[in-house]
């Protein structure tokens, strides 16, 4: 069951920072919670060792993929969405219309996807720049597949594209593990070495992953 956007964040002034809390307008049920999917041990302890360096889930950039499933995973927050709604379907077509540079994109592999779980998170505490406040943030994809044969074959997919359009104006970090695939960006190109490159490095040191690009 698919849960349509009933999460909104707690709104708070722009002289503090914001607030983590959220309130949710859609109960679920004991059985709804059991039935929710969960993520792979490796990607928890990323998100662990995101939790423990300063930063915290972030509910706010999940809006654009409605609808969407909430995943809660010991105390963190995650999104199972679509993959319809996820970069490598819809970033081809807005290229087109552009510079036609990902015209050679492969998208077979990606329609074996099996499920895509997505952790958004956030800096606890903001930098203050020129007097506004700054949140140092990332988003972090598990793709799942049947198979490792499936999930090295998107990877490659990836690997061979233009990144730097796929995911306009950051890039990403991707590597592959068994049947996961892990893409790592941000919504700024500052926040992609500061702190994504750094949990990227992480994770694969971590996981002794090869297939990897950096």
């Not at 990606?110 to 998170?121: A, E």
């Not at 994809?141 to 499936?150: I, K, P, R």
């Not at 730097?164 to 893409?183: D, E, R, V």
């Not at 949990?199 to 040191?205: C, E, I, R």
């Amino acid at each position: 069951m698919w849960i349509l956007s009933g999460c909104k964040p707690k709104t708070t002034s722009t002289t503090q920072p914001v607030e983590t809390e959220i309130f949710c307008d859609t109960l679920k049920t004991q059985e709804d919670t059991q039935e929710l999917p969960q993520i792979t041990s490796r990607f928890l302890s990323l998100i662990q060792h995101i939790d423990t360096s300063g930063y915290i889930f972030d509910t706010l950039r999940c809006i654009p993929h409605e609808p969407y499933k909430i995943i809660q995973q010991d105390k963190y927050l995650l999104f199972e969405i679509a993959k319809e709604t996820t970069n490598p379907f819809w970033a081809p077509s807005w290229a087109s219309e552009v510079n036609n540079s990902l015209e050679d994109f492969d998208i077979k592999p990606f329609l074996k996807t099996q499920k895509v779980v997505l952790y958004y998170f956030k800096k606890k505490q903001p930098e203050i720049i020129d007097g506004k406040k700054w949140y140092a943030d990332g988003i972090i994809e598990e793709w799942s597949f049947d198979n490792e044969a499936e999930a090295v074959n998107a990877f490659n997919s990836l690997k061979n594209t233009d990144l730097y359009i796929m995911y306009f104006n950051t890039g990403a970090f991707i590597c592959c593990m068994n049947q996961q695939l892990y893409i790592f960006h941000s919504r700024a190109m500052a926040f992609m070495y500061k702190p994504q490159k750094y949990f990227f490095k992480w994770f694969v040191q971590q996981n002794n992953i090869t297939l990897k690009n950096e």
